[in-house]
Structures are given as structure tokens and as C-alpha cells.
């Protein structure tokens, strides 16, 4: 993981970055992060994706 800074006038939010390995979920990537899997969701809207299945090894991600 690999945590990235964006900042604007409101306010600096961080987030990780995480290259997908293969066999990897984004369930089981929420699940280890976070404990549960109701950040799928998240990780989805942050990284523009409009199916939680359709990812690729090697593919970057940002995490919340």
C-alpha cells in the first residue's frame, strides 16, 4: 500500500494505493483493509467503477 495526498481548499484527504494481485476481490481487499465488505462500494466510486468484478491484475486502485 501506498498512501496518496490530495489536497484542495477545503480540506487534504489521503488515500492508499493497492495493485490488484491475482485472485483479488474487491470484497476480499475491503475485508482484509476495513473488516467488512461494505467499503466495496466506496472503492468502486472512488475509482470510477461501475462493477466491483471487473478488475485486472495489475490494475491500481485507490483505497479510502
Known sequence: FRRV????????VSYET??????????EISLEKYGS????EAICQLN?????DNIQM??????P
Open 18 to 27: 493497492y495493485i490488484i494481485k491475482k485472485g483479488d476481490t474487491l470484497r
Open 5 to 12: 495526498l490530495f489536497r484542495s481548499t477545503q480540506s487534504e
Open 37 to 40: 465488505i461494505r467499503y466495496v
Open 48 to 52: 470510477n467503477l461501475s462493477n466491483p
Open 58 to 63: 495489475g490494475q491500481k486502485i485507490l483505497l
